[in-house]
T-cell receptor, first 114, second 110 residues
Framework: GAGVSQTPSNKVTEKGKYVELRCDPI?????LYWYRQSLGQGPEFLIY????????DSGLPNDRFFAVRPEGSVSTLKIQRTERGDSAVYLC????????????FGPGTRLTVT | KQEVTQIPAALSVPEGENLVLNCSFT??????LQWFRQDPGKGLTSLLL?????REQTSGRLNASLDKSSGRSTLYIAASQPGDSATYLC?????????FGAGTRLTVKP
């Protein structure tokens, strides 16, 4: 079956613009995670959804970042007033039911803020 | 807060050598530990998942061990090949999130 997919694969935007990044999890997976990976670093946790609700958003760096999962499947990560420091690869993962399950990662979206 | 450390940061070996990558974590209250491979510009490929109740997992030339009480895991790669060249990431899953190390960049020279 299909794995986790993310669109776009690459996004270049100007400082101050708004961007949306999309994640399609594996069908039937209730848990969805967003991570951010800067160059030379491991991925950093941003937010975890269980179904439609954000069970843990403690990793979101500030209020410019927001994520939704309105129907419990596709999720969108939204970044307002982008800054150059937001440039990174944004990874999405899903798992069948949450903690303890193996997470399956998408290929990521490379965001570049100029 | 869980901290995950990987040593060494980079490793270069000749083809055919056996090697060990190390991972340590500060909080032993974990659900599982997972080793990933990441090729340049690519996403994460899961290699091995060790549940907190397990001591090791094996897949082909790879063997991962877990000592939860001491907060350590090792990834053993036997008979390394140039195709093994990549960054290897260790990640521990706690309550609601997964914490990653910074990775070990492995180069296997032919």
């Amino acid at each position: 079956g299909a794995g986790v997919s993310q669109t776009p694969s690459n996004k270049v935007t100007e400082k101050g613009k708004y961007v949306e990044l999309r994640c399609d999890p594996i069908s039937g997976h209730t848990a969805l995670y967003w991570y951010r990976q800067s160059l030379g670093q491991g991925p950093e946790f941003l937010i975890y959804f269980q179904g439609t609700g954000a069970a843990d958003d403690s990793g979101l760096p500030n209020d410019r970042f927001f994520a939704v999962r309105p129907e419990g499947s596709v999720s969108t990560l939204k970044i307002q007033r982008t800054e150059r420091g937001d440039s990174a690869v944004y990874l999405c993962a899903s798992s069948p039911s949450g903690s303890g399950d193996e997470q399956y990662f998408g290929p990521g979206t490379r965001l570049t803020v100029t | 807060k869980q901290e995950v450390t990987q040593i060494p940061a980079a490793l270069s070996v000749p083809e055919g050598e056996n090697l060990v990558l190390n991972c340590s974590f500060t909080d032993s209250a974990i659900y599982n530990l997972q080793w990933f491979r990441q090729d340049p510009g690519k996403g994460l490929t899961s290699l091995l998942l060790i549940q907190s109740s397990q001591r090791e997992q094996t897949s082909g030339r790879l063997n991962a061990s877990l000592d939860k009480s001491s907060g350590r895991s090792t990834l053993y790669i036997a008979a390394s090949q140039p195709g093994d060249s990549a960054t290897y990431l260790c990640a521990v899953e706690g309550n609601n999130d997964m914490r990653f190390g910074a990775g070990t960049r492995l180069t296997v020279k032919p």
